[in-house]
């Protein structure tokens, strides 16, 4: 599936929330700390600074997924279900990764789905928490990519 990738619109907050909300339902290690009129509500709040790239469907405009980026920090990668492991992640991150030199996250340590992804894209593992930093309270994992120089090495520019 080749997906078009495009920004996001103030009008794609409603499907992008959902598509969070969805996520943390199917997680049963995640605590529920949103409801779905607050995820919605953050969706927006990073769509109007300017941070998402959505993927949708070239045939019909379905979202499939979505990526938020400030600059060099990966805010979040949400990936539709039934659109899960056709892709779509893989295009967003990459598209994310032409346009920086460096690119960081955090996942949580439950999370083994996003770490292979994450470890797959490039990503290496560069410190981990103990929940003590984030609203959850889960251990977590920061993830750091870097580009290749010209040369064949990693890039020394960091975020």
Do not use: N
């Given at each position: 599936m080749t997906p078009r990738l495009r920004p996001a619109r103030p009008t794609d907050a409603g499907r992008l929330g959902a598509m969070m909300s969805d996520a943390a339902t199917e997680r049963p290690w995640k605590?529920?700390?949103?409801?779905?009129?607050?995820?919605?509500?953050?969706?927006?709040?990073?769509?109007?600074?300017?941070?998402?790239?959505?993927?949708?469907?070239?045939?019909?405009?379905?979202?499939?997924?979505?990526?938020?980026?400030?600059?060099?920090?990966v805010h979040a990668l949400f990936i539709a279900p039934a659109a899960q492991g056709t892709g779509i992640g893989r295009a967003l991150m990459a598209e994310a990764q032409r346009h920086c030199p460096a690119l960081e996250l955090w996942t949580f340590e439950a999370n083994h789905g996003a770490q292979r992804f994450y470890e797959r894209t490039g990503f290496t593992v560069v410190g981990r928490g103990d929940g003590s930093r984030n609203d959850e309270g889960l251990p977590d994992i920061h993830y750091r990519w870097h580009a290749p120089a010209r040369d064949g090495s990693e890039s020394e520019i960091r975020p």
């Open positions: 605590p529920r700390l949103h409801s779905g009129a607050e995820d919605i509500a953050h969706a927006g709040q990073m769509i109007d600074a300017g941070w998402v790239t959505v993927a949708e469907d070239g045939a019909d405009g379905a979202l499939l997924g979505f990526l938020a980026r400030e600059g060099g920090y």
